[in-house]
């Protein structure tokens, strides 16, 4: 059906396989007092070689190859570069803020550019079973990654507790899968939806497209299923907090979007609410347990949870009048993309302020950051104001268009909780920056905690997020362009040709 | 010269934020910052000169306008327009922003000693985000400036605030933070229903009815809600003298009043006109109240910061009272004693942080005697307190005389007998101040430190301002003509007309 070689379709996959691969064979075979540092460098480079195959693939026609399992269109390919960016950053986080005497570097490097296959493989995949897949890969990945810490008793409590949920949520998941394979007979996504409104048990499609539902909600930690997150990220060391907050809920956030839009757009009438409820849920549970956190990593957890909330609005504008609206999708695309540079911004100033081993985590902690160090101290600032959703930063426009696509959907109570909200997450945020910009207590206090280092790597990897989020908020066309091209790309909800099933040729091309 | 008039409005933005980024990149040494600052600052302001200077009055409307799209919002909606341009409404305020930048820079001279760049690269964004507010025509761009106005005046109060600085600042960020979210749903409310944010084009289909009734109700409140807290209008001051107390100087000049009556007048009045009548009873109520509320208050308050916040607090609910009188001589009364209320607090704030910084305590009952030591400072003070209470020949005086005579006429006559007892008063604390700090017997604290009166930089503030206030006092028709026109309702916005009362007694011209 098309002259693509299907090796085309996941060439950044393969690429950050094959560089998965290098390092551990390179670990393997170098003498073990070598220092491991370099291999962060290879998979940095692996990295960057990936986000270039992504946007390569933009030339390709849009299609699906391996007999119609994984697909390339400019949806997969904005989520693609998205997360690929987001591990480039926290790779060149890792290399300057991992100690030189950290073991299992080889492995640590490894599974983040693994993780990145498995993330960037959920985002292509149209074929149930390849989904699944793909999120075990990235799963696995970041399980081992949040113990990473493994002499500290929050390192393992974090990955025994993200494992135990996390499997149980990919049960879900599966589960769901099992069940629409029942109802429908196929693990296709453009089968299925093609079959779905007509199949003849309905009540297992529902539980089916419920069980789903749980299992990403799970892992974009929407609220209720939420509880794991501040745990795991206050045990994690902060690169890989910067990771996992943002990366693996894009590809959920694309996974989503697949399931509520392509899958089941049927349904609409059943999971507009639903979605209404979690994302008013996890706003408001987010920013009320924020609040009261002392510890900046259990706060920003919380505040993650929120941000889940605030891009879940979008998805309740999904569905308008007249059918479903490409302009939301769009908008919860660009959201994940602000939300990913501003925290992995921040949490990159977390990781410099706290150091690896966490010995200053409390908010007291970061007063007079902006006279220890005047950098850090305005960076952190201003990814605060990012955060806040202050115009002209990402943080901004990324709520203005999931809002909008809130309003436009008729959901304009959403709109005003969400905004509200966002009045009640300024408290904390704001908190932070005013504490950073406090006069330092004493000298005392003021001496015990060192001054950050800021290296080459971590540099790069602050410049990345700071032009990020100023470019998301000052001139953010280009990228609201490759969003909404994306959400196009998406198949339209074949509602209108469902009832005749069995003369339409299959929607993939 | 087209060349100028064509991108003024870009310069005048860009100036303050490129002057913000060279104070951010220099060294911290030999006061560089400050200079820095205070030169952007005078190229601001002459900047804002160069518009009433240019602006053609025969003409009228929306001039040095710029307007191009600024980020398409997808394929088949619309986009947010980098729209900027001045009208007679917003020609003087800009002015007025322009001016009170150097002042605050040379008012910040020696009362800010570290961290220098941190404290002037704030205040000079803060500047592009007042200038923005003013010149926007984009409601998102508007929007856009109104939210970034927050974020300099917090952290700088947070940073610089004499006793709690992070309470006030919180404090001030919710205020005005919490109540802009409403307003943002307002605005995109409308744009989904049109696909703009355009503010002319939004008051036109308003106009012509293009929006069902019951929710427009909702949006117009949503704006006035939050231009009420930010002015502040009574009883959602409770920002205000915590903000006025803690906020260095030269911030504290701009942090009330003209941002948010400049929105009443713009966004609520000029967009929702019949929704703003439907309401205006209820405003003026709140003004009144306001007014004696704020004097009264004023009175009784032993901290002059304090004193100085429920004075404005009175002072701009009478200009509240002279917005939602709709007269046409209220209204223009009313911009004009906005900028009046501009200068007179400028000057009333340099005088008080220059007694603050030298006796370090902003305690009335600490003072007393002052005059004999600190002639200057006492004649200045006198001058711009006489200026405040609304002596006539003095600025004060026309905006107060405009404003109640056309709320006489053409509102009630009962509101406006209860609003002059607040000018009364007004009268009553600002003397009694003046009698406590300069006058009596002096005090222990004066007697303990050496005479040391207002420096030739002070003087350079103070003088021009002083004279500024007599001659807006006494020819008040420099300013009038462009700000009559800016405040008369715009011709295709047919209810409006009929709405508003033809002033019976004035010198001005009514609507037709």
Known sequence: ?509 | MDTINQSILTLLLLVPLAGALLVALVPDRAKLPNWIALFTSLIGFGLALHLPAHYDLAQGGFQFVINQAWISLGANSGSIYYHVGVDGLSLWLVVLTGLLAPIGVIASWNAITERRKIFFALFLVQQTAMFGVFVSLDLMLYYGFWELSLVPMSILIAMYGRKDGPKAAMKFFLFTFIPSAPLLVAILWLYTKTHTFDFATLQLLIANGHFPAGPLCWVAFAFLFAFAVKVPVFPLHGWLADSYSEAPVALAMVIAGKLGLYSMLRFHIGLFPEQAKALAPYLVALAVIGILYGASLALVQKDFWRLLAFASLGHLSLIVLGIYGFTLTGSAGAVYQILNHGVIDGALFVLLGYLYDHYSTSEIGAYGGLAAKLPRTATLFVITSLAMIGLPLLNNFVGEFLILSSTFTGVSRSWTVAAALGVILGAAYMLWLIQRIFYGTESALVASKPASDLSLRELIVLWPLAVLMLVMGVAPSLWFPAIEQGVRPHPQHVQFIDLVKTPSTSEMEGPR
């Open chain 1, 1 to 509: 059906m098309n002259s693509v070689p299907d090796i085309f379709r996941i060439l950044p996959e393969v690429i950050l396989t094959l560089t998965g691969a290098a390092i551990m064979l390179i670990d393997a075979s170098l003498p073990p007092t070598t220092p491991r540092r370099s291999l962060g460098w290879v998979a940095a480079i692996g990295t960057t070689i990936a986000i270039w195959a992504s946007v390569w693939q933009l030339s390709l026609p849009q299609g699906a190859g391996f007999y119609g399992t994984v697909e390339t269109s400019a949806f997969t390919i904005f989520f693609h570069v998205l997360i690929c960016g987001i591990v480039l950053v926290a790779l060149l986080l890792s290399l300057d803020t991992l100690p030189e005497d950290s073991h299992h570097q080889g492995e640590y490097y490894a599974l983040i550019v693994f993780g990145a296959v498995g993330m960037c493989l959920l985002t292509g995949a149209v074929e149930l079973l390849v989904v699944f897949i793909a999120l075990e890969i990235s799963s696995i990945a970041t399980y081992v990654l949040a113990g990473y810490r493994k002499n500290t008793a929050r390192g393992p409590e974090a990955a025994i507790k993200y494992f135990l949920l996390g499997s149980f949520a990919t049960a879900f998941l599966l589960y769901g899968v099992a069940l629409t394979f029942g109802a429908t007979g196929t693990t296709q996504i453009y089968e299925i939806a093609r079959l779905a409104p007509t199949a003849r048990n309905h009540s297992l499609i529902l539980a089916g497209a419920a069980l789903m539902l749980v299992g990403i909600l799970f892992k974009v930690s929407a609220a209720p299923f939420h509880l794991w997150t501040p745990d795991v990220y206050e045990g994690a060391p902060s690169p890989v907090v910067a990771l996992m907050s943002t990366a693996p809920k894009a590809a959920a956030f694309a996974l989503l979007l697949r399931v509520v839009y392509e899958i089941f757009p049927s349904l609409h009438a059943l999971w507009t609410p639903l979605l209404w409820v979690i994302a008013v849920l996890s706003m408001t549970v987010g920013n009320l347990a924020a609040l009261r956190q002392e510890n900046v990593k259990r706060m920003l957890a919380y505040s993650s949870i929120a941000h889940a909330g605030y891009l879940l609005a979008a998805f309740a504008g999904l569905s308008t009048p007249d059918g479903i609206s490409t302009s939301a999708i769009a908008a919860a695309c660009f959201y994940t993309a602000a939300y990913a540079a501003m925290n992995v911004g921040i949490f990159a100033v977390i990781t410099l302020v706290s150091g690896y081993e966490e010995k200053h985590p409390f908010v007291q902690d970061f007063r007079g950051l902006l006279f220890r160090s005047p950098l850090l101290g305005t960076l952190l600032i201003f990814f605060l104001v990012s955060l806040v959703g202050i115009p002209f930063t990402g943080g901004f426009f990324g709520k203005f268009y999931s809002f909008t696509a809130a309003v436009g959907g008729g959901a304009v109570w959403l709109a005003i909780i969400g905004l509200l909200n966002s009045g009640l997450a300024a408290a904390y945020y704001l908190r932070l920056a005013l504490v950073t910009a406090q006069q330092p207590q004493n000298d005392e206090s003021h001496a015990a905690i060192p001054r950050p280092h800021v290296g080459l790597a971590v540099g790069a990897a602050l410049m990345f997020a700071v032009a990020a989020t100023l470019i998301l908020g000052i001139a953010p066309g280009e990228i609201l362009h490759a969003a909404d091209n994306g959400a196009h790309t998406l198949q339209a909800p074949p509602q209108a040709a469902a009832p005749t099933v069995t003369a339409d040729p299959p929607p993939v091309q």
